[in-house]
């Protein structure tokens, strides 16, 4: 079965995490994929949990990609790069703006030799304006895009989750960019125009994208969302309760009808038909006294009891899972949201990318791959011989996979 990206080529010049899961995604979906490291490999290979060497994170991540080890800090490697890009359909990168320019990597640099280049750009506050050099990693710009300010709890310093939530939404970002701008780089090529741009993606821009009604509720009423632990402002009732076994169940009962069937699932029949819970609007002003009846209830049920009664009234509930609990769920099996590889003879799961596919789904076709892995079959893709390729490795504009 084909996948939908069949038939493209995409550089990527990214390291780390956002222009690397961009990457990941257009590989999953059937681009390949041809990533350029630095001699001594993208920075995450050795992040989080290391085995054998290598990041485990690197396996998901770096899947089905074509690994090529150059040094863009000399002439030849840079030279190497624009040939390669010549042949490209999208480049994707995340060094600092203006960096590429100096190395003459820049879109304008290559416009003459492939007009029809996506080249999309990731960084912390975009190609322009007074922020743009600066440093950007996640962190930083989440707090500025305003992310960070609704999350915790009130009078306390915010929080964050335990994942680099600005890179991945940005790749995301940038992958949307990628697919409209190859959408109108087609239409562009039927009617005989040059159908190449710059999708520009900053890391506190598509965290500011999340935002909900943020702005338009400070600028039509004055009033600034604050942080609000594990509920949601406006929003009555959804919270988050411990319960009897110490596991914490999310409730989303805000929903008028599904309301009342959830007080009357807790045995409050009551205040199901009472008006003055009857709206949203009501709930709110009485969120603390809802609260307290729903934690009560929860802490005197163990979570699958609580849960059964839940579902059947079909109010809208879940567990709050870690790892070893997604991996023990059986819908999480039934739809496929673990893909086996194998390491060094091991085997090891790795996540599935969504969303699915009825049609063109996508795979993993092989787990990130070691430094340098594929640079011989992609420099002879260019053209080059076998005694070409050793002097370039001698000379070290490119890394030996055996010795990198």
């Not at 940005?170 to 697919?179: C, D, E, F, K, R």
Request: charged residues 25%.
């Amino acid at each position: 079965m084909s996948k939908p990206l069949e038939g493209l080529r995409v550089i990527e010049l990214g390291q780390l995490l956002a222009g690397p899961f961009a990457g990941c995604m257009l590989g999953y979906f059937g681009a390949e994929v041809i990533k350029v490291e630095p001699p001594g490999g993208d920075p995450i290979r050795n992040w989080r949990e290391v085995k054998d060497g290598t990041s485990l994170w690197w396996r998901s991540l770096g899947r089905n990609k074509k690994c090529i080890s150059l040094n863009l800090k000399t002439p030849e490697g840079r030279d190497l790069v624009k040939q390669l890009l010549k042949s490209a359909d999208i480049v994707v990168e995340n060094f600092r703006p203006g960096v590429l320019e100096e190395w003459g990597l820049d879109p304008e640099s290559l416009r003459a030799d492939n007009p029809n280049l996506i080249y999309a750009r990731i960084s912390g506050y975009g190609q322009t304006g007074p922020y743009s050099k600066k440093a950007g990693f996640a962190s930083a710009c989440e707090a500025i895009s305003g992310f960070r300010y609704v999350n915790g709890y009130p009078g306390e310093a915010p929080v964050r989750p335990n994942l680099s939530i600005g890179d991945t939404v940005s790749g995301l970002h940038a992958v949307i960019g990628i697919l409209m701008a190859l959408r109108s780089r087609d239409e562009a090529i039927k009617d005989n125009k040059e159908g190449g741009q710059v999708v520009d993606v900053a890391l506190y821009e598509s965290m500011f994208n999340l935002l909900e009604a943020v702005i338009p509720e400070y600028d039509g009423a004055g009033v600034i969302r604050q942080p609000s632990g594990t509920t949601v402002t406006g929003i009555v009732p959804t919270n988050t309760y411990k319960c009897g076994d110490g596991k914490f169940l999310v409730i989303g009962g805000n929903g008028d009808s599904i309301f009342a069937r959830l007080m009357t699932a807790v045995g409050r029949a009551d205040m199901a038909t009472d008006i003055k819970y009857a709206t949203n609007s009501d709930r709110v002003v009485h969120e603390a006294e809802l609260d307290q009846v729903l934690a009560s209830w929860c802490a005197s049920l163990p979570l699958s009891e609580a849960m059964l009664i839940l579902e059947d009234n079909r109010v809208p509930c879940g567990p709050v899972y870690n790892a070893a609990d997604m991996m023990e769920d059986s819908h999480f099996k039934y739809r496929e949201l673990f893909e086996q590889v194998e390491i060094n003879g091991e085997p090891l799961k790795i996540p599935a990318m969504m969303p699915k596919l009825q049609g063109t789904p996508g795979g993993t076709e092989w787990p990130g791959p070691e430094i340098g892995s594929h640079t011989d079959e992609v420099l002879q893709s260019l053209g080059l011989g076998e005694a070409q390729i050793e002097q370039l490795k001698a000379s070290g504009v490119v890394a030996d996979a055996n010795h990198s």
